[in-house]
């Protein structure tokens, strides 16, 4: 069974950082391309960023292009996204997602096939 596990959200000022964390399990996505996508309430799920399966290329949403940063380690089969200079705006569930074969990063959350439940990030002002 695959499994995506989010862990690391919670409550921060602004301004302060908060790192996110992925654990995938059930099969490797050492081939797959993986992201981080979030929704606030009332609103869409939108994306955040993505990483190649290499790690050698990533792509993010211009909201958090500068402030956040996604990696990955395929030895131990996670993700990442280090949010720092957190914003209110940035308030939302925060998911992780997982492509079953594509390689190459994409913002659209159709190309990803597997989700984790989601962690809650709070930034308040």
């Known amino acids: 069974q695959v499994q995506l596990v989010e862990s690391g959200g919670g409550l921060v000022q602004a301004g302060g950082s908060l790192r996110l964390s992925c654990a995938a399990s059930?099969?490797?996505?050492?081939?797959?391309?993986m992201g981080w996508f979030r929704q606030a309430p009332g609103k869409e799920r939108e994306f955040v960023a993505a990483?190649?399966?290499?790690?050698?290329?990533?792509k993010y949403a211009d909201s958090v292009k500068g402030r956040f940063t996604i990696s990955r380690d395929n030895a131990k089969n996670m993700l990442y996204l280090q949010m720092n200079s957190l914003k209110p705006e940035d308030t939302a569930v925060y998911y992780c997602?997982?492509?079953?074969?594509?390689?190459?990063?994409?913002?659209?959350?159709?190309?990803?096939?597997?989700w984790g439940q989601g962690t809650q990030v709070t930034v308040s002002s």
């Open positions: 997602a997982a492509r079953t074969w594509g390689g190459v990063e994409t913002s659209h959350p159709s190309e990803y096939d597997y």
């Open positions: 059930g099969r490797t996505f050492s081939s797959s391309a």
């Open positions: 990483i190649r399966w290499s790690g050698s290329s990533t």
